[in-house]
């Protein structure tokens, strides 16, 4: 280990690739579901605790339950809040795909949900990149 310098750069590069191709993936789901994914309507039904907040507020995200051929499915949004946007029983957007015959995945038709997520970390994996560029 001549120069440590190196070392940062080449983990703040390697770190930013990473990000970036994380965050690539995240918009890509996204893409796919709005392209491919078959609308229908779910129903909220029940809240999903996801900790507290800085000042101890419990926060919630939403379970929707979705019929389709016959059988129900469930599954919890990512986001959460302090208060949710919808009560229980609610209808809202969902988006379904068809991974495998047997496999369905859903998702809640929300812009969101998986956008802003990969936004976030394109922004964070630019940053280390152009940091990691600048120590090398």
Do not use: C
Request: glycine content about 6%; proline content about 5%; hydrophobic content about 50%.
């Amino acid at each position: 280990m001549k120069e440590p310098k190196y070392w940062i750069a080449r983990l703040f590069v390697i770190l930013a690739i990473f990000l970036l191709l994380l965050a690539m993936n995240t918009v890509r789901k996204w893409i796919l579901f709005r392209i491919f994914g078959i609308p229908l309507t779910g129903r909220v039904v029940s809240f999903v605790s996801r900790g507290r907040d800085r000042y101890q507020v419990p926060l919630l995200s939403f379970e929707i339950l979705v019929e389709v051929d016959g059988k129900e499915h469930r599954f919890p949004t990512n986001l959460h809040w302090n208060r949710p946007p919808y009560r229980i029983g609610d209808s809202v957007p969902v988006r379904m795909m068809r991974v495998s015959q047997n496999e369905l995945t859903f998702m809640w038709d929300h812009l969101e949900e998986y956008v802003t997520d990969g936004f976030f970390v394109l922004v964070i994996g630019l940053v280390l990149l152009v940091m990691g560029i600048g120590f090398w």
